[in-house]
């Protein structure tokens, strides 16, 4: 016979917080679902159901914003673990990394709008960018690399944000390989590249996936960036959504554009426990 499994009491310890937090989560989940029917307008107060905000929402500016966010998102996302995968390997042989890894994570706590400033002032008209490229004659005129509508600007500043996040799950990956089994290799013949793609690769390209996802999944829902840096048109989901309930006084769209915005993050935060454990389990042998 089975033996039925006894509760553990000490779980509702975690009640305090988890509840706390769950509590908000879904109420503020459920109210922006409700916004999204007509239900609880936050400015006139009026309930009432109805469709009007769903069947307007996949607009001409919804379906230009989704394509920049999804752009500006995905290759923010893959830049910056391009730019963090050799960076990370070349500290782990890197005899200064004591000093180098405190200065390349400096940004991750930099607050976004602040950054973004600091990124802007930088690449702007006439800024430290355009100045020096001048007076070297590489060019010209300046260059609009702020609020142009390929996102140029909010990509730099999402990799210039997100490579020092994935520098702490990568150089952690990396630092956690065995040494035995790297020598193993070498006794066996193997020489440096070879162990890089047969031994590092394959046990790091997990936490690579990982961290891609979300880091995708910060970019995506992100406001102060592309607010400060982003073009006017198209805007970014979060911009949109701004712009919607506070400009347009239409929250009830405003709540459509939360909620298909939420159901993308859900999406990707499925996705990445999934892969987790499908990688978990020997996946990515």
């Given at each position: 016979?089975?033996?039925?499994k006894?509760?553990?009491w000490?779980?509702l310890?975690?009640?305090?917080?988890?509840?706390?937090?769950?509590?908000?989560?879904?109420?503020?989940?459920?109210?922006?679902?409700?916004?999204?029917?007509?239900?609880?307008?936050?400015?006139?107060?009026?309930?009432a159901?109805?469709?009007?905000?769903?069947?307007?929402?996949?607009?001409?500016?919804?379906?230009?914003?989704?394509?920049?966010?999804?752009?500006?998102?995905?290759?923010?996302?893959?830049i910056?673990?391009?730019?963090?995968?050799?960076?990370?390997?070349?500290?782990?042989?890197?005899?200064?990394?004591?000093?180098?890894?405190?200065l390349?994570k400096i940004?991750?706590?930099?607050?976004?709008?602040?950054?973004?400033?600091?990124?802007?002032?930088?690449?702007?008209?006439?800024?430290?960018?355009?100045?020096?490229?001048?007076?070297?004659?590489?060019?010209?005129?300046?260059l609009?690399?702020?609020?142009?509508?390929?996102?140029?600007?909010?990509i730099?500043?999402?990799?210039?944000?997100?490579?020092?996040?994935?520098?702490?799950?990568?150089?952690?990956?990396?630092?956690?390989?065995?040494?035995?089994?790297?020598?193993?290799?070498?006794?066996l013949?193997?020489?440096?590249?070879?162990?890089?793609?047969h031994?590092?690769?394959?046990?790091?390209?997990?936490?690579?996936l990982?961290?891609v996802?979300?880091?995708?999944?910060?970019?995506?829902?992100?406001?102060?960036?592309s607010?400060?840096?982003?073009?006017?048109?198209?805007?970014?989901?979060?911009n949109?959504?701004?712009?919607?309930?506070?400009?347009?006084?239409?929250?009830?769209?405003?709540?459509?554009?939360g909620?298909?915005?939420?159901?993308?993050?859900?999406?990707?935060?499925?996705?990445?426990t999934?892969?987790?454990?499908?990688?978990q389990n020997g996946g990515?042998?």
């Amino acid at each position: 016979m089975k033996k039925k499994k006894r509760f553990e009491w000490g779980y509702l310890l975690l009640l305090p917080g988890l509840g706390y937090i769950g509590f908000f989560v879904v109420m503020s989940a459920g109210i922006m679902i409700a916004q999204s029917f007509g239900m609880y307008n936050a400015i006139t107060g009026e309930t009432a159901f109805t469709l009007e905000g769903w069947q307007g929402v996949f607009s001409k500016s919804f379906v230009d914003a989704l394509g920049f966010t999804l752009r500006t998102s995905v290759l923010s996302a893959l830049i910056s673990i391009a730019v963090t995968y050799p960076l990370a390997l070349l500290l782990q042989k890197s005899k200064a990394r004591k000093w180098l890894l405190p200065l390349i994570k400096i940004p991750y706590f930099v607050p976004g709008l602040v950054g973004s400033f600091l990124i802007v002032n930088l690449i702007d008209y006439h800024g430290l960018l355009n100045e020096v490229l001048m007076l070297l004659h590489i060019i010209s005129e300046p260059l609009r690399l702020r609020n142009d509508a390929n996102g140029i600007a909010v990509i730099a500043i999402h990799v210039w944000k997100n490579v020092p996040f994935m520098m702490i799950i990568m150089f952690s990956a990396i630092e956690g390989i065995r040494q035995d089994v790297k020598d193993c290799a070498r006794n066996l013949g193997a020489n440096s590249l070879q162990v890089l793609w047969h031994i590092t690769i394959p046990l790091t390209v997990s936490s690579a996936l990982v961290s891609v996802i979300l880091t995708f999944i910060r970019t995506f829902n992100d406001y102060a960036i592309s607010s400060t840096a982003g073009p006017m048109h198209p805007m970014s989901l979060a911009n949109l959504m701004k712009t919607t309930a506070y400009s347009y006084n239409d929250w009830i769209t405003a709540g459509c554009i939360g909620v298909l915005m939420t159901i993308v993050t859900v999406i990707f935060m499925v996705l990445y426990t999934v892969l987790g454990k499908y990688l978990q389990n020997g996946g990515g042998k």
